[in-house]
């Protein structure tokens, strides 16, 4: 990923976007972590439960939070097709 990073000139940003996304969002540590702290509060996400069920308010910042790690990969997707595109 440094690599990556470093032919794009986007400092570490490939590498910090991976590392959230997979340390939170993929490792079932990262989403432990969230339930934990929802615990706490004793609202834990409606996405936790395994049946179909409708967004509360509470799920907002999470489904925020991902929203912006999307966009951030896309952002960081775009400059390596770009870079792929002019090097051919």
Same mark, same amino acid.
């Given at each position: ?6 032919? +794009?000139?986007?400092?570490?940003? $490939? ?19 969230? +339930? ?7 609202? +834990?996400?409606?996405?936790? $439960? ?22 951030? $990969? ?15």
């Amino acid at each position: 990923m440094g690599e990556l990073d470093e032919e +794009l000139g986007t400092e570490k940003e $490939f590498k910090d976007i991976w590392c959230e996304i997979s340390n939170k969002w993929c490792h079932p540590d990262g989403i432990m972590d969230t +339930l934990m702290e929802r615990a706490k509060d004793k609202n +834990l996400p409606s996405w936790t $439960f395994m049946i179909p069920m409708k967004y509360n308010k509470e799920d907002l910042r999470d489904i925020e939070e991902l929203r912006e790690y999307v966009s951030r $990969f896309r952002e960081l997707l775009g400059l390596i097709i770009k870079k792929y595109n002019t090097s051919i």
